[in-house]
């Protein structure tokens, strides 16, 4: 095991951050009061080889695994997550094509964006669903040898200012996943429409609009997934970009932490700095552990997505965890600065607004935690045998120092074996027997009375099984 990243990786982050420090930082509160688009950073991201992370090179792209996008993305997001959040959408838009497009579509589509400064969306979401991606609506209908989409996509990042998107659409509802199939649309197609820009909380610099698609005729080249595989497509552009999302918390939530450290040394209250005082230290001490395993598991995710793992369950993970430890570190870095950071001119009230997004879009924290408890509850190998089967011997005569051992005339085994009560785990042992209920040492469990109970929970005889 190596906790270490590469020399090269190393200078990315260094990249990376400079740039956040330099372009991103200086601009974030204004693009947020203004909420605009900012196209001018995403322009200089563009130059400076800091977007289109996960687009492979022959295509153009940076070609960076999973690893390289998170550390890229952490430093962004650090700085402003609302406009890492548009720099980074294009790394959203274009993973359908990576996984589904085929190479006449690659090279069309991949091409035009990293070398023409274009901007590509991803579209599953609709007024009516999100997260529950089987549930959409907008139709896809077949048309000779493409299809004509009808319906209206919402919350689409980057929409308003995108040159193509990845739309997801379903030949049938009533099919649920197996009707849904994936386009590339350009968005100067006839009957494509944005609607105005929608007023969020947080990640204001981010454009979310709706896409209204009336009659586009989609010619078959922009097939991107035939209806079923649509589904797989979308799933697996997750897979890769969740650990992309886990990392926009991790850069929110170390901004949040850095600038509490900074206000507590600073700030004096009863004449010392309230980093004196263990209520802030113990606060701050939090903050760092829950981002330390907000990072491994993140990068973990990450890690395992490039070794070519199914890095399902672990994105959802590191999703979860992170976006959880975000606002759970933004809000206590408000309560560091107390009424400071109630107030927008300390950057601690826009983080906070900021990291409440991170728990919803891209899979609510819910629906992570759907995927893990599906886990859990189906797939998960236990090391230990099941509850109610566990094993239970009685300890040595000689271990039971200073105590008089029953005298056993016969094993459990042979008076017919120790039973379980399966509803509280009480065992019965037939050596024993129930003297308080009447039940005399050696007696068999088939032997005692149908009207007996469980000692403890009082369960009846039946709701025994033998261990
Ligand atoms: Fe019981």
Redesign the pocket.
């Known amino acids: 095991m190596n906790f270490d990243l590469t020399v090269e990786q190393e200078a990315l982050r260094k990249r990376a951050r400079e740039f956040a420090v330099r372009e991103v930082l200086p601009v974030a509160a204004s693009y947020d009061e203004a909420e605009m688009m900012p196209m001018e950073v995403i322009k200089k991201a563009w130059k400076a080889g800091l977007t289109n992370l996960g687009i492979p090179k022959e295509y153009g792209g940076q070609g960076y695994g999973l690893i390289e996008s998170v550390i890229v993305v952490e430093e962004i997001a650090a700085a402003c997550p609302g406009i890492a959040t548009s720099i980074f959408d294009n790394d959203l838009g274009s993973a359908p094509v990576i996984i589904g497009g085929n190479k006449e579509q690659k090279e069309r589509v991949l091409r035009d964006i990293t070398e023409n400064f274009k901007l590509i969306a991803f579209a599953t979401s609709e007024p009516g669903m999100g997260s529950d991606v089987a549930g959409m609506q907008c139709r896809a209908e077949p048309d000779g040898d493409g299809f004509v989409l009808n319906g209206t996509k919402y919350w689409i990042t980057n929409a308003g200012y995108s040159d193509y998107i990845s739309i997801f659409a379903t030949v049938d509802p009533e099919k649920k996943h197996r009707g849904i199939a994936g386009f590339i649309v350009p968005t100067d197609l006839e009957g494509v429409s944005t609607g105005q820009h929608i007023p969020k909380l947080g990640q204001r610099a981010s454009n979310t609009c709706s896409v209204v698609l009336k009659d586009v005729r989609i010619p078959k080249e922009n097939v991107l997934a035939k209806p079923g595989r649509g589904f797989v497509v979308a799933m697996q552009t997750f897979q890769k970009t969740r650990p992309a999302v886990a990392a926009f918390a991790i850069g929110c939530a170390r901004s949040a932490m850095e600038y509490s450290i900074d206000y507590a040394l600073k700030r004096k209250t009863f004449g010392r700095p309230i980093s004196n005082y263990q209520a802030i230290q113990f606060k701050i001490a939090n903050m760092y552990k829950d981002i330390e395993a907000a990072k491994l598991l993140t990068y973990k995710a990450a890690w395992e997505g490039d070794q070519g793992r199914d890095s399902n369950l672990a994105s959802s993970i590191a999703k979860a965890f992170s976006s959880d430890v975000a606002m759970q570190v933004t809000t206590e870095a408000i309560q560091i600065f107390g009424g400071y950071g109630y107030v927008r001119t300390f950057p601690v009230e826009k983080l906070f607004r900021d990291a409440k997004l991170l728990q919803i879009y891209e899979g609510t924290s819910e629906v992570q935690r759907i995927v893990i408890s599906k886990f859990l509850l189906k797939q998960y190998e236990h090391a230990m045998p099941n509850l109610f089967e566990l094993p239970r011997e009685e300890i040595s005569i000689e271990e039971k120092e200073g105590e008089s051992a029953p005298k056993v005339l016969q094993t459990s085994q042979e008076l017919g074996g120790k039973y379980k ?1 399966q ?2 785990g ?1 065992v019965y042992d037939p050596v024993k027997g129930d003297p308080d209920g009447g039940i005399a040492p050696g007696t068999a469990f088939a032997e005692i009375p149908d009207d007996w109970h ?1 000692p ?2 009082g ?1 009846t005889k039946d709701q025994f099984s033998k261990i």
């Open positions: 009560c509803v509280c009480f469980c403890v929970c369960a």
